[in-house]
């Protein structure tokens, strides 16, 4: 089955590297459906049971946006607690629909990589402060797969830089 890629970000047609992720990703629909969360939900109003049957269509899901004030934007956190509920994703009754499925992320963070150590600016690893997502993901016993990030688009990232990741990202997404 295919890889459901949720893209949330509020001005993709603006974004450098995430708009040039997503249309990468989408020269290969065979492999990977793009699912943007603003495109299809421009009111905020989600469709929860289109959304849980669209993630039970396919094996992994894969969350993709701008990693900006440590967390992910407004509306990808309303679509986690909107569909991620209980009977479904998680808990006694069912809950199930995660369960094995392979997850991940895919990030594009502003500030440089040696900013996200213990010893640097801001004193955590991107990994620490991604770690709520991994944490749900367990706790609806997800198979979390860690996460894909292209660090300091702040400071500008090059056509090489953004290339370079482009082929990455989708080896990381091919990989899961």
Same mark, same amino acid.
């Given at each position: 089955?295919?890889?459901?890629?949720?893209?949330?970000?509020?001005?993709?047609?603006?974004?450098?590297?995430?708009?040039?992720?997503? @249309?990468? +990703? /989408?020269?290969?629909?065979?492999?990977?459906? *793009?699912?943007?969360?603003? &495109?299809?939900?421009?009111?905020?109003?989600?469709?929860?049971?289109?959304?849980?049957?669209?993630?039970?269509?396919?094996?992994?899901?894969?969350?993709?946006?701008?990693?900006?004030?440590?967390?992910?934007?407004?509306?990808?956190?309303?679509?986690?607690?909107?569909?991620?509920?209980?009977?479904?994703?998680?808990?006694?009754?069912?809950? @199930?629909? +995660? /369960?094995?499925?392979?997850?991940?992320?895919? *990030?594009?963070?502003?500030? &440089?990589?040696?900013?996200?150590?213990?010893?640097?600016?801001?004193?955590?690893?991107?990994?620490?402060?991604?770690?709520?997502?991994?944490?749900?993901?367990?706790?609806?016993?997800?198979?979390?797969?860690?996460?894909?990030?292209?660090?300091?688009?702040?400071?500008?990232?090059?056509?090489?830089?953004?290339?370079?990741?482009?082929?990455?990202?989708?080896?990381?997404?091919?990989?899961?």
């Amino acid at each position: 089955m295919k890889t459901l890629i949720i893209v949330t970000h509020p001005n993709i047609e603006t974004s450098l590297i995430n708009k040039r992720w997503v @249309d990468e +990703l /989408k020269k290969f629909p065979e492999k990977y459906t *793009v699912h943007e969360l603003h &495109k299809a939900y421009p009111d905020g109003n989600i469709d929860v049971i289109k959304e849980q049957q669209l993630i039970e269509s396919h094996s992994n899901l894969v969350l993709q946006f701008p990693f900006y004030w440590f967390n992910c934007p407004p509306l990808l956190k309303k679509w986690l607690d909107d569909v991620f509920t209980y009977g479904w994703a998680y808990g006694s009754n069912g809950g @199930d629909k +995660l /369960k094995g499925r392979k997850a991940a992320l895919a *990030v594009s963070a502003g500030i &440089k990589k040696e900013d996200y150590t213990e010893e640097g600016k801001y004193r955590y690893t991107l990994e620490q402060l991604l770690s709520p997502f991994e944490t749900t993901f367990l706790y609806c016993n997800a198979d979390y797969r860690s996460f894909f990030a292209l660090y300091g688009a702040e400071s500008g990232t090059s056509e090489s830089e953004l290339e370079n990741s482009v082929q990455d990202y989708l080896n990381f997404v091919d990989h899961l």
